[in-house]
């Protein structure tokens, strides 16, 4: 073969090589949009919950203060019940009930 057929199938073989990169980027930049149209869609969702669950700290605060109170209202409630169950046993034991 000539120098010069060497020469014109090493400069064919380079635009083909050209062109299957082009076609291969032109591919992964497509891929790339589709997914960056996924992230924004994602990034839409992540501040829609944040804008949600914005009132949440204060009402927590809010949930905390009231359980706080119920916790103390038990433990009263639990200091008179026992309160009550003994004053039952000695009334049961002044009776004469041996079940006390």
Same mark, same amino acid.
């Given at each position: 073969?000539?120098?010069? $057929? %060497? $020469?014109?199938? $090493?400069?064919? #073989?380079?635009?083909?090589?050209?062109?299957?990169?082009? @076609?291969?980027?032109?591919? +992964?930049? !497509?891929?790339?949009?589709? +997914?960056?149209?996924?992230?924004?869609?994602? =990034?839409?969702?992540?501040? =829609? +919950?944040? @804008?949600? $669950?914005?009132? %949440?700290?204060?009402? %927590?605060? &809010?949930?905390?203060?009231?359980?706080?109170?119920?916790? #103390?209202? %038990?433990?009263?409630?639990?200091? *008179?019940?026992? @309160?009550?169950?003994?004053?039952?046993? &000695?009334?049961? !034991? #002044?009776?004469? *009930?041996?079940?006390?």
């Amino acid at each position: 073969m000539s120098p010069f $057929t %060497l $020469t014109i199938l $090493t400069g064919i #073989e380079l635009l083909v090589l050209l062109l299957a990169l082009a @076609v291969a980027l032109t591919l +992964i930049r !497509r891929a790339l949009e589709s +997914i960056s149209g996924s992230l924004d869609k994602i =990034a839409m969702g992540v501040r =829609a +919950i944040e @804008v949600e $669950t914005g009132a %949440l700290p204060v009402e %927590l605060n &809010h949930l905390n203060g009231g359980l706080a109170a119920l916790s #103390e209202g %038990l433990q009263q409630t639990g200091i *008179r019940f026992a @309160v009550a169950d003994g004053n039952l046993k &000695h009334v049961l !034991r #002044e009776l004469g *009930r041996s079940d006390a």
